[in-house]
């Protein structure tokens, strides 16, 4: 298939008018109501005249299907908005013009703030969820996600026992779901990358990003749109949830055990004994430890790495070094008088 090009024209619907704006890379121009709102088609235009960017406009709000295209006229990204937000499947192109990732966006139903009443006095409340929960989790100092099952997801106020978000989850999640910075971070069935924004109040947006490689585990925020995960190839690497792209990945192929993230690090099992490290961020080896059996898992607290082995041991590691720590030596036993 050869690249899409886009018309540089506009067709104002009537009652509107055409409007332009001098960018620094370009052009904008827009249709619009005698009032300013904008309504109709939109385009942006590069220095070289090349379209960048097409779409529409309903009552000042991106509307309608929308394309993005690269300084060559070819399509880099394309989707539909709806209200001023993304909804639906975003394909996302390479160069080749072939689809690089799926990002399916969507939107949390309408929040219940009613509090429920316990029918026994002992209760501070009682709420029927209708099935078994099956995981919970903090997402803000009130609230709770409880996992229904892996097809659903229920934001709960600690406080009152009222229902902050029921939330039909667009694919069945992997059990391993964790939250961080008020975000859910996730991976469904088929490999893709779940992560939700839970709001104030209840509601919130969610996101299922598709890629080529795939993804294993979702390990930790990197920045704005970045997280960092484990592909499907067994790289850790961060991708950026908004477009699907790899922003940096390591060489090294670790095991399925979960991997985890400090604030700089991503750290994996390899070869089924040693743990190792990545820098978040660009991907270089950080560190490594080979242990003195087969690696069941890892964890962190405080500024330890923990690693559970097989047989039983648990072995602690320094987290920016990866070396045993050194603990104060024992008091030497005063010797027997003879």
Aim: proline share 8%.
């Amino acid at each position: 298939m050869g690249p899409a090009l886009a018309e540089a024209s506009l067709d104002c619907p009537p009652g509107t008018q055409p409007a332009e704006h001098t960018l620094a890379e370009g052009t904008e121009a827009w249709c619009a109501l005698p009032d300013g709102t904008r309504q109709g088609p939109s385009i942006k235009t590069a220095a070289t005249g090349r379209i960048t960017e097409r779409g529409y406009w309903e009552d000042g709000q991106q509307h309608g299907k929308w394309r993005y295209y690269d300084t060559q006229g070819r399509i880099i990204r394309t989707g539909q908005m709806t209200d001023g937000a993304p909804t639906g499947a975003w394909t996302h192109f390479t160069e080749t013009n072939t689809p690089s990732a799926t990002i399916t966006h969507g939107r949390f139903p309408e929040p219940i703030h009613a509090a429920p009443q316990p029918t026994d006095p002992r209760y501070r409340w009682q709420l029927d969820l209708g099935s078994a929960a099956t995981a919970w989790w903090p997402i803000a100092p009130d609230s709770v996600g409880i996992a229904i099952g892996t097809d659903r997801l229920v934001v709960v106020s600690v406080e009152t026992g009222a229902i902050e978000a029921d939330i039909p989850l667009p694919a069945p999640l992997r059990p391993d779901l964790q939250v961080i910075d008020g975000r859910i971070l996730g991976v469904t069935g088929p490999g893709e990358l779940f992560v939700a924004e839970v709001e104030a109040g209840g509601g919130g947006r969610w996101q299922r990003v598709r890629t080529p490689m795939g993804v294993t585990h979702a390990v930790a925020i990197d920045g704005e749109n970045g997280v960092v995960v484990r592909e499907g190839s067994g790289r850790l690497a961060g991708i950026d949830r908004t477009t699907g792209d790899t922003l940096w990945a390591g060489q090294l192929f670790m095991d399925k055990v979960p991997p985890l993230a400090t604030d700089r690090l991503a750290i994996g099992v390899r070869n089924g004994r040693e743990v190792r490290a990545v820098t978040i961020g660009d991907g270089a080896f950080a560190w490594q430890a080979r242990m003195p059996a087969s690696i069941l898992a890892i964890g962190e607290a405080s500024d330890r790495i923990l690693v559970s082995l097989k047989g039983g041991m648990v072995q602690a590691l320094d987290r920016d070094t990866g070396h045993a720590p050194r603990g104060p030596r024992p008091e030497a036993r005063p010797r027997r008088a003879r």
